[in-house]
């Protein structure tokens, strides 16, 4: 049996957040009516904009006569028939497309162009907050998401606060922020029990969902929420104890409150029954009763017609999935010293093999010591390493996905360039194998591929001929390897009388490849050792070479020497 207990900590995290003084500061700017604040009025929106020494504060307000609906517009549809491209840097291989609240985007189209100006104009060096109560709190949110796109060059992150907002976007949208815990971090929505609009969205049939911190609070106490899941639930759970018009919490009142009750130690409700509880279990129950301003009295409960037991019960295995979600996600720096041991292993296994006057490649086809079968753990280990690490930075927004990939690009060539050969040579030890490069070649080794020559690209990188010492590179291409391989099939179906003149040209372009790959240094000298599959190759075509400089350089192994210090001239 288990000894592990789970927590829900999110009535401990509340007070660090009502303790900070931010909501009060915030709440202050949005109800203040301060003369010297700039107020800047669109169609159907205002904001002002509170600047401080080192703080910007921007609020959004809806004007009276605004109706919030409850549909949702694609991200498709706002780029083909609003040409609306502003929130497509969200968008990922996996998620293409997300969806928004009709009325809200539209309100924050019809003001598109002055929001750009404001976003251009802001402090970058300055903390930004941007903030804004009930509809407006929506708006703030779809500007905070138009800002995420800058953060990573060089800007500070901003902290968009909510005050009863409904929510924004389907469940698409709350996975593409969530792909990125910068970008999450960025949302905090404070939501009081007695305020009806934060849940008008989520009762409805359609697919909304949060992201970002809710602060859920009441008279008594608070809780914060990161679930979007279990945010959604309670939500809808609460829906039911509330009258079916809107309520107006005071949330001045309220963060005023939960400022002072913040350094009382005491947050649980006296009277709580408790006894039959698992401890996450009990510390939901505690959380729902600050949060819902529930008590013990079974009158008050019957009251608010909550089932704290039942919702208890449905939350804790909504967190209980988050948990286990949190745990296996993908994080390649927690386990970067793993791989760096592993291809420290490969290290050792290559110079281990050139002792023995074999490359590693011809080692690992031939496997006939232990050493090539104790290699295979950290084969199989960066394998899997580089796939998730691939599939991540794909499921990652663009800008961030390519700031992630940049970070991990120089790792990654390495692992390619000293692992995919391995695989090659299982690939053609299997009968009737070929034709590896289209047909055996794992997706990631191709991504890996791709991002070094985008990255050449961008930096201007040219493929000139440089001299240098190349007695320990690995070879650049990956799949010199798949090559070589497919010419030793041909040259056996030549020397079977089953070539052909197509088959003789492939050789031909095989040669000129390997020739000009020499030319640039970015060939290993292994391929040069006795009884490695190149030498193979070059014994059984020299007498068909077409390529007079490769036979010249393949004439003397003195050259292969000239060529490992770098000294070879290549005509």
């Not at 500061?25 to 203040?32: A, M």
């Not at 002072?260 to 698992?278: A, E, F, M, Q």
């Not at 496997?367 to 796939?387: A, E, F, M």
Request: glycine share 6%; with cysteine.
């Amino acid at each position: 049996m288990s000894l592990t207990q789970s927590f829900s900590s999110g009535i401990v995290q509340a007070p660090f957040v009502t303790s900070s003084r931010l909501l009060l500061k915030t709440w202050g700017v949005i109800s203040s009516r301060d003369e010297d604040v700039v107020h800047h009025v669109g169609k159907g929106l205002v904001w002002k904009v509170c600047e401080e020494s080192d703080l910007t504060v921007v609020v959004f307000d809806v004007k009276n006569d605004f109706d919030l609906q409850q549909n949702l517009v694609s991200s498709t549809y706002l780029k083909e028939n609003n040409n609306f491209h502003r929130f497509e840097f969200l968008c990922t291989k996996k998620i293409l497309e997300f969806s928004v609240n009709w009325s809200a985007v539209s309100l924050f189209i019809d003001n598109f162009e002055k929001l750009d100006q404001l976003k251009s104009k802001i402090n970058s060096s300055h903390r930004l907050i941007v903030t804004g109560h009930g509809v407006g709190g929506a708006i703030a949110s779809l500007f905070t998401v138009l800002l995420l796109e800058s953060i990573g060059t060089g800007k500070k992150r901003p902290l968009c606060i909510t005050f009863g907002s409904p929510l924004i976007g389907d469940k698409k949208l709350q996975e593409a922020i969530s792909r990125s815990s910068i970008w999450n971090s960025c949302f905090l929505h404070v939501v009081s029990y007695k305020d009806s609009l934060p849940k008008k969205l989520s009762s409805q049939p359609v697919d909304y969902m949060p992201f970002g911190t809710f602060l859920f609070c009441s008279d008594t106490g608070a809780t914060c929420f990161e679930n979007p899941e279990s945010v959604l639930e309670l939500l809808v759970s609460s829906i039911s104890g509330q009258s079916q018009g809107f309520e107006v919490a005071d949330y001045g009142k309220l963060v005023e409150n939960l400022y002072r009750k913040s350094i009382c130690k005491n947050l649980i409700p006296r009277g709580l029954n408790l006894t039959h509880s698992t401890s996450l279990n009990s510390s939901i129950r505690f959380q729902l009763s600050a949060a819902l301003g529930l008590s013990s009295d079974i009158q008050q409960l019957q009251h608010q017609n909550i089932d704290i037991n039942a919702l208890a019960t449905k939350l804790e295995a909504l967190e209980k999935k988050f948990m286990s979600q949190k745990k296996v996600k993908f994080d390649p720096s927690k386990k970067l010293n793993m791989m760096k041991i592993d291809m420290a292993n490969f290290e050792l296994y290559k110079k281990l093999c050139k002792s023995q006057g074999i490359g590693y490649y011809d080692c690992f086809k031939k496997d006939t010591s232990t050493d090539d079968q104790d290699v295979i753990p950290s084969q199989k280990r960066l394998r899997n390493y580089w796939s998730d690490m691939v599939e991540e930075a794909e499921m990652k927004p663009q800008t961030e996905a390519a700031a992630f990939r940049t970070r991990w690009l120089f790792a990654g060539t390495n692992y390619r360039r000293m692992v995919e050969p391995l695989y090659i040579a299982e690939y053609y030890a299997k009968d009737l194998r070929k034709d590896y490069e289209a047909k055996g070649r794992s997706r990631h080794y191709i991504v890996l591929e791709k991002w070094l020559e985008e990255d050449k690209k961008e930096k201007g990188d040219s493929n000139g001929k440089t001299r240098r010492n190349v007695e320990s590179i690995l070879t650049f291409d990956s799949c010199f390897w798949a090559k070589l391989e497919e010419a030793l099939l041909l040259c056996g179906q030549l020397e079977n009388s089953t070539g052909n003149e197509e088959g003789k040209g492939k050789l031909v372009e095989f040669e000129n490849y390997v020739y000009e790959s020499l030319k640039k240094y970015e060939v290993s000298p292994e391929i040069f050792l006795k009884g490695s599959s190149y030498m193979s190759w070059w014994n059984k075509y020299k007498e068909s070479a077409d390529n007079h400089r490769l036979a010249s350089f393949m004439s003397s192994p003195q050259h292969f020497d000239q060529y490992t210090e770098g000294a070879y001239f290549f005509p």
